[in-house]
């Protein structure tokens, strides 16, 4: 097994787009789900989005029409891609898949 590896995150101005990007080996097994959850500053963890091994996609609320979930493969990857980011949503974004956990990634929304 390895790590779950995420990236992407940075200060982004609001209205404006990131992409993240979630590595790990467990995301090709077969039945898997990936998941993204945030987690800010003196709030519970929160489930945003997932993406099944045959790339059925669910969103919360607070995100939907606004992020994209997608699975590569080849690259044993998958993604978030959120546009019309607002300050609410800076928070750590973390993805899980098969129990494991990332470290997160910091995504600051600012003016």
């Known amino acids: 097994q390895g790590q779950v590896v995420e990236s992407g995150g940075g200060l982004v101005q609001p209205g404006g787009s990131l992409r993240l990007s979630c590595t790990a080996s467990?995301?090709?097994?077969?039945?898997?789900?990936t998941r993204w959850y945030r987690q800010a500053p003196e709030n519970q963890r929160e489930w945003i989005a997932s993406i099944t091994y045959s790339n059925a996609t669910n969103y919360a609320d607070a995100v939907k029409g606004r992020f994209t979930i997608s699975r590569d493969p080849a690259k044993q990857s998958v993604y978030l891609q959120m546009n019309n980011l607002k300050p609410e949503d800076t928070a750590v974004y973390y993805c899980?898949?098969?129990?494991?956990w990332g470290q997160g990634t910091q995504v600051t929304v600012s003016s």
């Open positions: 467990e995301i090709i097994r077969y039945g898997a789900i």
């Open positions: 899980t898949v098969e129990g494991r």
